[in-house]
T-cell receptor, first 113, second 119 residues
C-alpha cells in the first residue's frame, strides 16, 4: 500500500512568514511522529501523536512551533514567524501502534531566506 | 536521557566485501528497541533492521545482521557482500519500550555514518 507522504517536498520562505507542513500517514496507523533533521543538530524528535492527542509537546523547539492532527489521520506542523535557524528537513513517520516500527515519509526541505 | 553514539562519520568498503558500522548507546532502562535506518540521497529513511532488547538472539535481514551486546550497550551493523545500492547514510536509533514507563515515544538517533561503496 501507499507509504507516508509529505507535502510540500520543498518550501522556500522569507524570514518572518508562517509555513504549514503536511503529513499523510500510512492508512490505519494510529501513531504519528515529527522529526527535524539539520546539519548542526542531526535528527531531533519533535512531537508524537497517538490518535489526535499529543501527550508530550516538550520536544517542540519553541512556541513558534505547533502541530495538530485531525481525524486520527493527517497532521500539520506549523511554524510561525520563521527564522533562518528553522531551515531543515522535517520528517514525518507513522506506526501501527505505539510499540511498532516507525515508517518515514520523504520529508519536507524548508529553507528560510 | 538516552544517547546514541556513532563514532564513524564515514566508512568506505569495496563492493562485495563486508563492513561493520558501530553504535553505542547509554540508557538506564532494561527494556527498549534498537534500529538501524538507511537514508539514501532521496532523503527517505528506510528501516534496515530492528532489535528488541529482551531478545538475546541477534536480528538478521538477508545481508544485514547485528551484533547486540546488551551489557556493553553496543549495537553494530554488519553488511555482507556490499552492493552499490547500499551507499547511504546509516543511522542507529533507540526507542524506549512503553513498558519501561518512558516519556515521549520518539526515536533517539545517532549522528550517522556515511557509507561509501567502492566499485
Amino acid at each position: 500500500g501507499a507509504g507516508v507522504s509529505q507535502s510540500p517536498s520543498n518550501k522556500v520562505t522569507e524570514k518572518g512568514k508562517d509555513v504549514e507542513l503536511r503529513c499523510d500517514p500510512i492508512s490505519g496507523h494510529t501513531a504519528l511522529y515529527w522529526y527535524r533533521q539539520s546539519l548542526g543538530q542531526g535528527l531531533e524528535f519533535l512531537i508524537y501523536f497517538q490518535g489526535n492527542s499529543a501527550p508530550d509537546k516538550s520536544g517542540l523547539p519553541s512556541d513558534r512551533f505547533s502541530a495538530e492532527r485531525t481525524g486520527g489521520s493527517v497532521s500539520t506542523l506549523t511554524i510561525q514567524r520563521t527564522q533562518q535557524e528553522d531551515s531543515a528537513v522535517y520528517l514525518c513517520a507513522s506506526s501501527l501502534a505505539q510499540t511498532d516500527t516507525q515508517y518515514f515519509g520523504p520529508g519536507t526541505r524548508l529553507t528560510v531566506l | 536521557a538516552q544517547t546514541v553514539t556513532q563514532s564513524q562519520p564515514e566508512m568506505s568498503v569495496q563492493e562485495a566485501e563486508t563492513v561493520t558500522l558501530s553504535c553505542t548507546y547509554d540508557t538506564s532502562e532494561s527494556d527498549y528497541y534498537l534500529f538501524w535506518y538507511k537514508q539514501p540521497p532521496s532523503r527517505q529513511m528506510i528501516l534496515v533492521i530492528r532489535q528488541e532488547a529482551y531478545k538475546q538472539q541477534n536480528a538478521t535481514e538477508n545481508r544485514f545482521s547485528v551484533n547486540f551486546q546488551k551489557a556493553a550497550k553496543s549495537f553494530s551493523l554488519k553488511i555482507s557482500d556490499s552492493q552499490l545500492g547500499d551507499a547511504a547514510m546509516y543511522f542507529c536509533a533507540y526507542r524506549t519500550s512503553m513498558y519501561s514507563g518512558g516519556g515521549a515515544d520518539g526515536l533517539t538517533f545517532g549522528k550517522g555514518t556515511h557509507l561509501i561503496i567502492q566499485p
